[in-house]
């Protein structure tokens, strides 16, 4: 079945470095990626999303990239600051299948001061 | 605009006990899902709805888990009877479109831990 494998499973960083979450997906027919911070207790929100048909987004210090021959996305954080420490989902949905999102395992990242 | 709502937001049940969710999706939102996520774990995909109907309940473990969506709004999930494997959140999403490619948003979740 489809499946989402999402690495490293712990990242830590020093304030002000950057941080990279990698993910792979399984099924070919996925057009859309969505990446969700979840904080402690508290429900996963969505921080930012691609589609099939764009190969790199950004939104301020958060950069998602695409590459759809390898099956994988990442998600790049710059400039890290301590709030960004979290639990950080990958998924991985097609439109056919009514956004039925699959995700990966979550990566926790903690950002030192 | 309200988010998802849910309840209770914690739950504590001895094993072969039954328990309910409750979920209140955004208002206008015709797809909504339940969750489950298991400490250190993503969520896992149970039951997906669109509208009043199922589309997907193929991970939902039927001998026990049950939901339902009256009239197309709220939603809940009942587990009868619970197993000790079964602790964990249970997250309720709702999202605009069946179709795909839009957000889901999550409620806060109910904690269910099964003794």
């Known amino acids: 079945g489809e499946n989402v494998e999402q690495h490293p499973s712990t990242l830590s960083v020093q304030e002000g470095d950057s941080a990279v979450i990698k993910c792979t997906y399984s099924?070919?027919?996925?057009?859309?990626f969505p990446w969700y911070k979840q904080e402690l207790g508290k429900r996963p929100q969505l921080i930012i999303d691609i589609r099939s048909n764009v190969g790199e987004k950004k939104d301020q210090r958060i950069a998602v990239t695409l590459n759809k021959t390898a099956k994988h996305f990442s998600l790049h954080i710059t400039e890290t600051q301590p709030e960004d420490s979290a639990v950080y989902f990958c998924a991985a949905s097609r439109a056919n299948q009514g956004g039925k999102l699959i995700f990966g395992q979550g990566t926790e990242l903690s950002v030192k001061p | 605009e309200a988010g998802v709502a849910q309840s209770p937001r914690y739950k504590i049940i001895e094993k072969r006990q039954s328990v309910a969710f409750w979920c209140n999706p955004i208002?206008?939102?015709?797809?909504l899902y339940w969750y489950q996520q298991i400490l250190g774990q993503g969520p896992k995909l149970l039951i997906q709805f669109q509208n009043n109907g199922v589309v997907d309940d193929s991970q939902l473990p039927k001998d026990r888990f049950s939901a339902e969506r009256l009239k197309g709004v709220d939603s809940t999930l009942k587990i009868q009877p619970a197993k000790l494997e079964d602790s964990a959140v249970y997250l309720c999403a709702s999202s605009l479109s069946g179709r795909g490619n839009t957000e889901a948003f999550f409620g806060q979740g109910t904690r269910l831990t099964v003794v």
């Open positions: 099924d070919s027919a996925s057009n859309y």
């Open positions: 208002s206008g939102h015709a797809t």
